[in-house]
C-alpha cells in the first residue's frame, strides 16, 4: 500500500480566504455573559472568602507525619554505622599486606 505514493507530491492550490473572522462572531476568548445577580455574587463570596477552621485531628495527623519524617531524614542524613565499619576493614586489610 505504501508502494502506491508519489515520490514527489503536487502542490495544491489553496483558496484565498478572509484574514479577519467574520464581523458577527465575536473574538475567541470574549463571550457575553450575563452579569451575576446580587445573591450569585454574595454565594460565591461566602463560598471563596470563607474562613475555614482546621480540624484537630488533621492538624496533629500532619504533625505526627511531619515529626516521623524528619527523624526518619536525620537518621538516614547523620548514620555512619556503615562507614566505621569500611574503615575498619581497610585498615585491617591494609594492616595485613
Excluded: C
Amino acid at each position: 500500500m505504501l508502494d502506491n505514493i508519489p515520490a514527489v507530491v503536487p502542490p495544491t492550490v489553496a483558496a484565498a480566504e478572509a484574514a479577519a473572522p467574520a464581523p458577527e462572531m465575536p473574538p475567541p476568548g470574549e463571550s457575553s455573559l450575563p452579569a451575576p445577580t446580587v445573591e450569585q455574587a454574595q454565594t460565591a463570596d461566602h463560598v471563596f472568602v470563607a474562613p475555614t477552621q482546621p480540624h484537630a485531628a488533621a492538624t496533629l495527623l500532619g504533625v505526627l507525619t511531619s515529626a516521623v519524617l524528619l527523624r526518619d531524614l536525620a537518621v538516614e542524613h547523620f548514620d555512619t554505622s556503615g562507614e566505621e565499619d569500611e574503615e575498619k576493614e581497610d585498615k585491617d586489610e591494609d594492616s595485613v599486606d
